[in-house]
C-alpha cells in the first residue's frame, strides 16, 4: 500500500484528504500531534509517527511547490495586471506526486447532524493572520443561534476573551475530537489562513476566510465558501504569515464586523 510521508502543519495533513481519499489503505507518516487527524480523513488504513522518508511519497520536503523563496512582489505585480493564474492547488500537487485525482470534499467523515452551528477561530500560528478579537466578539453579538469559538493549545485565554459575553461556547484542545465534534455541526466557520480552517472544510462546513499577509492563489483555499481580502501593494508579504506586519499596520486585515457577518449570512443561506 502507499505510503505518503507528510509531517506538518494541520492545513497540510488535512489537505491529504484530496489523495487519501483516492488511495483506500495507504498509510499516512505524519507527526504525533497530527496522527489523530490523519486517521480521520477518508481512505487512510494506517497512520505511523514521522520518521525520514525512506519508501514512499515524501510530501514534506519535496519542492511540490516550487521554491519557497519565490519572489512574491514580482507575483503581485503579475496578479495586478492580470497576467499571472494562480499556481496549481495544493491537492493538485499532492495528486501528482501521488498520480491519482484529487478527490472532492469532504475529506473527512462526520456523523450525520443538523448544520446550526456558527464557528469562529481567532487564532493561528503567526500573529499577522488574526482578525482582532473585537471584530470576532461584534460577530458573534449580531448572530443569533449556537455559536462555538475553537481553538488549539495556547489559545485559552484567547479564545476565553473572545467567547465572553456573548453566549458562545469555547473548544480549546490540544487534539481534535471535540473539535470535530462541534465541526459535525456547523455550518459556517470563520477564520483566518490557519489549520482549524482547513479542518473545518474537510469536515464539510462553508468557509468564510479572513485572508491577510498571505493569498488564497497561493494554492490553500480549496473549499466551499468565500475568501475576504483587501487588494494593497504590500500583500501578499509572505508565504505563512509572520510574526509582526513589515509596515506595522496590518490593513490587510482592516476587516469590520458587519462585512464579515454579511459574509456569514450569505454563505449561511447556501445549500451546497
Request: aromatic share 6%; proline share 7%.
Amino acid at each position: 500500500m502507499a505510503r505518503l510521508y507528510r509531517k506538518s502543519s494541520l492545513g497540510d495533513v488535512v489537505l491529504l484528504g484530496a489523495v487519501t481519499a483516492a488511495m483506500p489503505g495507504c498509510t499516512v507518516i505524519t507527526a504525533e500531534r497530527y496522527m489523530s487527524v490523519a486517521r480521520r480523513l477518508i481512505g487512510v488504513g494506517a497512520v505511523e509517527p514521522w520518521s525520514a522518508p525512506v519508501d514512499g511519497v515524501d510530501l514534506q520536503t519535496r519542492r511540490l511547490c516550487g521554491s519557497r523563496r519565490r519572489n512574491h512582489t514580482l507575483r503581485r505585480r503579475l496578479w495586478q495586471l492580470g497576467l499571472a493564474a494562480p499556481r496549481a492547488s495544493i491537492p493538485e500537487l499532492y495528486a501528482a506526486a501521488c498520480g491519482v485525482t484529487p478527490q472532492k470534499l469532504p475529506w473527512i467523515e462526520v456523523p450525520a447532524m443538523e448544520r446550526d452551528t456558527l464557528a469562529v477561530v481567532p487564532g493561528a500560528s503567526k500573529p499577522t493572520k488574526c482578525w482582532s478579537e473585537a471584530g470576532f466578539r461584534e460577530l458573534l453579538l449580531a448572530w443569533e443561534g449556537p455559536r462555538v469559538v475553537l481553538g488549539g493549545p495556547g489559545e485559552e485565554a484567547l479564545c476565553a476573551r473572545v467567547a465572553e459575553g456573548t453566549g458562545a461556547s469555547v473548544v480549546c484542545e490540544s487534539g481534535f475530537d471535540a473539535t470535530i465534534e462541534v465541526l459535525a455541526r456547523t455550518r459556517v466557520a470563520v477564520a483566518g489562513d490557519t489549520g482549524l480552517m482547513h479542518l473545518a472544510g474537510a469536515c464539510g462546513a462553508r468557509v468564510v476566510a479572513l485572508f491577510g499577509p498571505t493569498h488564497p492563489d497561493d494554492g490553500f483555499f480549496v473549499y466551499p465558501g468565500r475568501v475576504l481580502q483587501r487588494t494593497l501593494g504590500c500583500r501578499p508579504c509572505s508565504l505563512h504569515g509572520a510574526v509582526s506586519c513589515p509596515l506595522g499596520e496590518q490593513r490587510c486585515l482592516s476587516f469590520r464586523s458587519p462585512e464579515v457577518l454579511a459574509a456569514v449570512r450569505a454563505e449561511w443561506s447556501c445549500t451546497g
